[in-house]
C-alpha cells in the first residue's frame, strides 16, 4: 500500500504549496446572477447578462488564481440562437474558460410531471433533444462535462410508476451518454428531495451509481454536499464512489436544515475536511490524482456575490491544504494496528494547523495577493459595477 509518490515529506509550506499548486474549483455562473428566495430578493449590483457573470468570475479567478472554469446553464447562458465562438471570446476576455454544462429541463411548463421519467413520450423526447443540443454546446465550447440535474419525481404515493420512471430514466441518459465525444463526461446528479417531495427519481448516490454504469463508461456521480439527509455520512458516500472509480464531481456548498445553498463550510468544516481527506488518502494509495471536477454550487442573496464567491474558494483551499498534511503513512499504520486515539488525532492534527500563512505564502509566490478579499475590496471593482448596474437593481419590496 501507499506508493512514493504519495510519501508525506516535506514542509507544511511545501505540502500546502504542492497540494494548493494542483487544486482548481469551478464558479458557477448562476452564483453572479439576480437571484433571491421565493420570498423576495434584495438588491445588490448582480450580473444580468452572461458577460456581467463571466467578468464577476473572472475577479474571483484573477484574485485567487484558483478558479480558470465558469460552470453555465444552457438555458439560462446559452440560450437558443447564442454562438459559441461568441461565448469562447467574451470568456476569454474576462479571463476564463466555460467549464461544465447543465442542461435545464426543469424549468419549461412542459416539464411540470418530469422530463426524462415523463410518462408522455413526447416529452420525454423534448427533454432526450435538449440534453443532446446541451452535448453539443459542450463540444462546441471545449467543455469536458456536461453535469444534468433532473427535477424529475412525484408529490404523492400512488400517482406514478417509479420503475417504469427509472427505466426510461436509464434509457435516457444511455442516449445522451452516447452523444458524448471521446473525452467528455456524463456527470450524474442525484437529490433526494426537492421541488418533488414524495419520491426523486434519482433520490440517492446508489441510484446515480447504477444510472451512470448503465449510460457508459464516460458517465460518473455527482456529489453536490447539499443533497443528502441530515446527518448522513457524506465522507464515506465519497470513499465508495472513489473504489469504484465512479466518483466525478462536486457541487461544494453548506447547509443546516436541507439544499441551503450556504457558503462551504459555514457549518461544519470538518465534514468538508473528512471528504478531501478521503480523497487525498486515496491519492497517496493510487499514486496518482483523482479525476474529480471541483465545482461550486451556491447563490447568494445576502452576502456579496463576488465576496461569497472569493470566501468560498479561500475556505476551499485552506480545507483543502489542512487535509494534504495528513500524514497517510502513520494513518494507515494505526489503522491497521487499531491505534484509534492514534490515528483519529492525525486527522485532528492537520484539520486543527493553522495553514493560512502557508497559504499566503503560497500565493505570494504565485503573484497573488496575499489576501485576495481585500485585494478585491480595494479593487474599485465593486463600486464600478454598482455605479453601472446600480440604476437596474430593484429590490422586491412585498412577497406574496
Ligand atoms: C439543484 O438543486 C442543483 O443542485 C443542480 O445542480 C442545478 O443545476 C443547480 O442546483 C442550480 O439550480
Ligand atoms: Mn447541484
Redesign the pocket.
Known sequence: MGSSAGKISGSVEERVAGALSNFQIELPS?GFADTGTRFGKFAQPAAHTLEEKLSDAGQVHQFTGACPTVAL?VLWDVPEGTRCPDVLKLAARYGVRPGSI?PNVFQDQMYKYGSLSNEQEAVRRHALAHILDSVRIAKELGSRDV?P?FADGSNFPGTTSIRARKRWMAEGLKRAHDALGADQRLLV?Y?PF?PAFYHTDIADWGMALELARQAGPKARVLV?T??HYQAQNIEQIVAWLLDEEMLGGF?FNDRRYA?DDLTLGSIDPYQVFRIFAEIRYYEWEAGRRADIAYMV?QSHNLKGKIEEMIQTVMTAQELYAKAALIDFESLAKAQQEQRLIDAENLYKDAFSTDVRPAVRAWRSAKGLAEDPLAAFRASGYMERITRERGGRATAVSSYA
Open positions: 448562476w446553464h447543465s453535469t440535474w446528479e437529490k426537492e453536490d447539499g443533497h457541487h439544499d454550487d
